[in-house]
């Protein structure tokens, strides 16, 4: 083998190495120091009637259960009701799910939404970072 070749080959020997060195596990990157990290979806819109469905998700330990700090935002008469529930993961749990109600009426309005702002908590008991998007809006459209 010609020199410059074993060379070259001894080369990407120590890049490869160098790589696995800085390789993170994958439970590393999925937490910011050691708080963990929660993230949440929702659908962009729904018909009046139907529930909007918020699913938070957590990674990290899950050992214990998490208390989540929302806020709310609300355009619109489509609410059940103006009392909006905690929101935690119980012990052991990934996921949890809110799930906000709204009245299928008879009176033909503009298209409301609801809205979810997931805030940061940094202290005790249970602190946790929000995962981008931190704000989610479902748009809830008018069916009269
Ligand atoms: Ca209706
Ligand atoms: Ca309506």
Do not use: C, K
């Not at 120590?14 to 060195?21: G, N």
């Not at 899950?62 to 103006?82: K, R, V």
């Not at 008879?106 to 998007?133: C, K, M, N, W």
């Amino acid at each position: 083998m010609p020199a410059q070749v074993t060379r070259l080959a001894a080369l990407l020997v120590v890049v490869v190495i160098a790589m696995e060195a800085f390789a993170l596990p994958a439970d590393v990157s999925a937490t910011t120091g050691d708080r963990p990290l929660v993230s949440f979806t929702a659908p962009g819109s729904i018909t009046e009637g139907e529930p909007a469905v918020f699913t938070f998700r957590r990674t990290g330990d899950l050992s214990d259960e998490l208390y989540l700090n929302l806020d709310f935002y609300f355009e619109g008469e489509f609410l059940q009701t103006d009392e909006m529930p905690e929101v935690w993961f119980a012990a052991g749990e990934a996921e949890t799910v809110l799930s906000i109600p709204t009245v299928d009426d008879s009176t033909p309005e503009p298209d409301g939404s609801i809205g979810v702002h997931l805030q940061l908590r940094y202290f005790d008991p249970e602190p946790y970072d929000p995962q981008a998007p931190v704000y989610l809006q479902v748009t809830v459209r008018d069916n009269d």
